[in-house]
């Protein structure tokens, strides 16, 4: 039986209508050689998780950690192929389009017990590299959130020496710790840890990531899950808030940090090392983002006398909040 090409398009699109779904930017190809890679990969990533679980006894599970950095655009557009009509959709309009090819990046760590520890690292992008004393002395004060910053936004290993210094040294001290990182030559240099006597370092092999790396596997999706409803939210009612301001990136970033860190999300955090082979049993269900800090039913803010539309439910205190009362008054734990 011939099928005209018409009559695939035709059924196609009653495929899609059927399912609800609307057709999205293919981003990514497979070709025959990744097909014939995957097998490599999957024995790589095997290896490696079986000779983490070697390696595991001696330490404790808070001592066992990951650490891994994110990028993020400080306009934010989805791309996916598909995606479920009424799904929080992707907004066209954004506050400048200057600012939609600025980045930054942010690295976090999170331990095999299922807690992100330490504060959050941001490294900023700078024009030339260079951050004047006014402007330091004026940069928003979070507990959480550990800054720097370089002219490309991206990770050097100078920014990996200060990460090392007043992150990871200050939070693990003298402790025995295991640290699994990626491949990325610049944090590998195990000279830069040499301060650390009781360290060890493992590299979690190329092209493996998605499936042996924690960090990879549930949080920094559930980490910017958060920022981009709050980035929405903003273009949606057309807020008067620049998100895209040095300050407002911090406290952001330490707003959003300081509520993935609640005790809510420990089994979600668990479960990515369960997933990633690390973990005999399975730490049980869990709800993730969505379904702790954005799935109320509430339509008021809890705050006093507020009526404004409400934007996030506090992964704590589990009041909802409005954008005003959440970040403007900075509701932190
Ligand atoms: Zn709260
Ligand atoms: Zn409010």
């Not at 936004?153 to 200060?162: D, H, I, P």
């Not at 990531?209 to 559930?222: E, S, V, W």
Request: net charge positive.
């Amino acid at each position: 039986m011939t099928i005209h090409s018409k009559q695939v398009i035709v059924g196609f699109f009653y495929f899609k209508r059927r399912h609800a779904l609307c057709s999205r930017k293919v981003t990514k190809l497979i070709t025959q050689r990744d097909v014939v890679n995957a097998d490599t990969i999957n024995n790589s990533a095997t290896h490696f998780i079986n000779k983490i679980i070697k390696l595991l006894p001696p330490y404790r599970q808070r001592n066992v950690l990951n650490t891994d950095q994110s990028g993020l655009e400080i306009e934010m557009v989805g791309n996916r192929t598909l995606s479920f009509k009424g799904e929080k959709a992707t907004f066209g309009k954004v506050r400048s389009v200057h600012n939609t090819s600025h980045s930054y990046t942010i690295q976090f760590i999170i331990s095999l017990i299922g807690q992100p520890i330490g504060t959050c690292y941001l490294w900023l992008k700078e024009k030339n590299g260079y951050m004047s004393d006014n402007i330091k002395k004026n940069l928003f004060q979070a507990f959480n959130v550990t800054i720097t910053y370089s002219k490309s936004g991206k990770l050097s290993s100078s920014l990996v020496k200060y990460w090392i210094e007043n992150v990871l040294e200050p939070t693990v001290r003298n402790e025995k710790v295991l640290l699994l990182l990626d491949s990325w030559s610049g944090q590998t240099d195990e000279q830069l840890y040499s301060k650390m006597k009781h360290l060890r370092l493992e590299i979690i092999p190329k092209k493996t990531t998605a499936m042996t790396q924690p960090l990879d596997i549930t949080y920094n999706r559930q980490y910017k899950h958060i920022v981009r409803t709050i980035y929405d939210h903003v273009r949606l009612y057309d807020i008067d808030c620049n998100l895209s301001l040095r300050n407002n990136i911090i406290k952001l970033t330490s707003l959003c940090y300081s509520q993935i860190c609640s005790k809510k999300f420990i089994l979600m955090h668990r479960y990515s090392w369960f997933q990633g082979g690390y973990l005999e049993n399975n730490p049980g269900s869990y709800q993730n983002v969505e379904e702790i800090c954005l799935r109320f039913q509430d339509y008021a803010c809890h705050e006093n006398r507020c009526d404004n539309i409400p934007l996030i439910q506090c992964s704590f205190c589990e009041k909802v909040l409005c954008f005003h009362h959440f970040f403007v008054m900075y509701h932190i734990h």
